[in-house]
Nanobody, 124 residues
Framework: QVQLVESGGGLVQAGGSLRLSCAAS????????MGWFRQAPGKEREFVAA????????NYADAVKGRFTISRDNAKNTMYLQMNSLKPEDTAVYYC?????????????????WGQGTQVTVSS
């Protein structure tokens, strides 16, 4: 069984930074792609970033490109999302997700395992 647990969310002022973590347990972590998604109230879940198993390839949504950085430490079974220059529109519940295989996919249905989410609130 795969478990994903996010942490690091909170309240921050616009222009500030947060670092989210996603701790994975269960089946092999290092050979699958992983990603971050977010969902704001009243909106659909949207893709934020994805990283390959070797962490040599990454993909970002246009809205976060240049501000967010995704990374992973396979030895620690942990993925990260460094978020800088945060904006009020970044306010959402952030979810980490894991695919059953590789590939930097952007659709939520292409990810099999999900965490419970962590709230990020950016005040103006």
């Amino acid at each position: 069984q795969v478990q994903l647990v996010e942490s690091g969310g909170g309240l921050v002022q616009a222009g500030g930074s947060l670092r989210l973590s996603c701790a994975a347990s269960g089946r092999t972590f290092s050979t699958t792609a992983m990603g971050w998604f977010r969902q704001a109230p009243g909106k659909e879940r949207e893709f934020v970033a994805a990283i390959s198993w070797s962490h040599s390839n990454t993909n970002y949504a246009d809205a976060v490109k240049g501000r967010f950085t995704i990374s992973r430490d396979n030895a620690k079974n942990t993925m990260y999302l460094q978020m800088n220059s945060l904006k009020p529109e970044d306010t959402a519940v952030y979810y980490c997700a894991r695919r059953p295989e590789g590939g930097l996919r952007v659709h939520s249905y292409e990810y099999t395992y999900w965490g419970q989410g962590t709230q990020v609130t950016v005040s103006s």
